[in-house]
């Protein structure tokens, strides 16, 4: 390979080109809705990275992600309803999620494999409950009288300031992702996903590994559920607690490719589009996204930029200056 | 079947993922005979039966049973032509009783009519089997374990059985017994191919032999005429 | 007492879930929303042709356990060698186009099979037992009477069993494995059915019914252990009596939050089951 210009270069320059022209954005006159849409992205992608980072890279295959999203979006309407800031509400959520991961980890990592996986739908579901019969007094001013509070500061925050915040959260979620996977966490994560016998034999403290993974994806899902919850201004258990996430995340990584860095990112790029073009049509989407999904594992389980770059092999420059991270 | 017929195996390669097990094996075995591939571990005698059951399939060769190509066909469509295998480590089903077991072993189609008749000639030739008829099959001991295998193997009324290491972790003792049983199996003109350890007992036993080693046959002959050469003598004492 | 002649009706719902897992160790996410499926298909057929819901069995049964020999044999077989995800994500995402499918034919609307009988209460001395929990309970004795039966003295279910225990060994019986788990899924499918329409005579169901079924279903099997229909049964049992009683003490919004405590709880202490031997 001629190595005239320095191959990651490329891919940092082009990296500092989309995020100037995200930045830049909103002062451009384009229509809100772009932005409302690039700002569902974002938050998604935060989440899918993690998801991602979970499953894909853990081998956690969580379905009850919904536990920490629904936590940090009511953490975020407890604070608010005291009058403190709603960025404080959004840490707030972030560490109530991780705390939260810390303690459902005790029993959940105990169950291998798919039980795992319901274990944690298990717990999304009993949360939901339990945040549906939760009626606290000093929330009553701002509940409509059922199940979901409101989140006073959502009207003091504009579009440009919620849109920053997603920005700063997704791109975040995407560095914090090669953080990880360069580090010694990484490596110790890849080596479990792929051979978790292997791996532990080899002195990988396989338990800290998989813990610290989980509370990360859920401190970081914390957050973005923070931000969307501050722009949607109210929540409800079955939109928080919801396997409506779930189905999400697990749609977007897998098809685009579970296990890869780029993958989240063209999938939930699928999602948000897919979801929005076909707005009208309640579920369509999902439907689609089912199919898609249920095709790509049967016939390309790596999903999308996961077959590409098997069939690309070590050719493309640029996807090599990326892949340097795995 | 009573016509005569034969089981070709026509220079056939066999991987295991990128592992190149068996190299331009080519063996044979006719009606009636019992036939040996002796060989230290690893040279490829299992790989050579499994083929021949279908769980593996040949990259290139051929697979011929009674002029019938085989080697590409499933396995469950295999033993519907006629070939049985007492696969290596009994491999019986320890959750099912021992009569179940058998009745399973006769689930093709051409076994079903006749699966009374073999019953009795199974117990007939392991009578501890018929004692044992209501027990699970996990709880049997090493050799009738061996024995219900042999046994479920025959339920099918095969034409030629295959038998993949009988004798691993049975006393002696025992495996005499076994080997007397396949005896008066093969006399009652059922066809045996067999893989064994023990190369005394291999050429003792069969009347053809086939040395393999690292995947290829090195010799093959008969049992009378191998054990007076070189290979084999270094085979006995476990070069 | 309620909770008992529950417990029959989960354990139907569990039987199916249990069979495929048993089986071929695969989760079937999409369980609750097939059992659900037959709750539209009682529906449909009672709102537009005036069919009893158990007599749109006759057609619902065939219809569903094609469905599942073809989930099993098309979709299934291609990828549940690689491991226990593939199969695991293949159910999700059937499961989520079903509750869509259902969402956009039916709305969220909750819909109900209400016939004459489904109204009716008998009393025995202190209690109310309503007509259809009876009715349910029958049901779910012949089931799996039936399932037992099959198992044990038909050839078919002898096979089934066989390629639970030792795949390889089961091939080298004559069978072939891939139709066996085809059949196997189809079956699953059979109780789903009956599941879904004595589920849809009890109580009233929306398009996101089958995930809280789905959670029963998997907490019968946890609770009772694999391959074992009388676990199965006790699984039932145990979180019918705790629905109801968590019903009765903490109020209607509750009575399955006790329920997933339990399944939780087991998970994470004997994930085998009670009965279990795997």
Redo the contacts between chains.
Sequence with gaps: MKAAIPRPAVAYALLIAVMAALVALPLANIEIYWILILFLFFVYLAMTNMWNLVAGYSGLISLGQPAFIGLAGYSLGVVTLYGLSPFLGIVAGGVLAAAFAVVVSVPTFRMKGIYFAIGTWIVAEALRIFFNAWRPAEAAAATWGGAGISIKAAAGISIVQIYYLALTVGFGSIFLMRLILKSKLGLELMAIRDNEATASSSGVDVFRCKLYSFVIGAFVTGIAAGVFYLFQGHIEPISGFGVNWTIILVTAVIIGGIGTIEGPIAGTAIAVLLQQLLARYVGVSLIIQGIILVAIISLTPRGIVGTIQRSRASRSPLLVAIRRTK | MSEEWTLNVDHIDVYYGAFHALWDLSLEVRKGEIVSLIGANGSGKTTALNTIMGLVHPTKGSIEFSGKRIDGLATYDIVTLGISQVPEGRRIFPDLTVLENLIIGSYTGRARVSKDQMLKRVYSLFPVLEERENQLGGTLSGGEQQMLAIGRALMSNPELILFDEISLGLAPIIVDRLYRTVEQINSEGVTVLFVEQNVRRSLKQAKRAYILKAGRVVLGGNAEDLREEEEVKKAYFGV | MMGLLLGGLYAVIGLGLSLVFGVMKL?NLAHGDLAVFSSYFAYVAMSSLGIDPVASLVLGIPILFAIGFAIQGL?MN??FR?G???P???A??????L???Y??LWTPLSRGLTTGYALESYRIGEFYIPLVYLLDFVAALLVMLFLREFLRKT?LG??I??AS??W??????????NRIYALTFGISMMFAAIAGVFVGLTFPFTP?SG??YL?IA?GVV?IGGL?SILGTFIGGVVLGVAQILSGAYF?A??Q??LG??I???I??AR?QGIFG?R
Excluded: C, H, K
Aim: charged share 10%; glycine share 8%.
């Design positions: 989760v979709l291609r990828v690689l226990m995800e593939p695991l994500l293949i999700f995402g059937i499961s989520i186009i509750q869509n499918i969402l956009a050839y002898r096979a069993r066989a225990q030792d390889r060994a089961a091939q080298l019986m004559g069978i072939n494995t996101s995930s809280a959670i998997f946890i391959g109020g919004g509750w399955l939050f997933y405590v399944i939780l709880a998970l994470t994930p031997r």
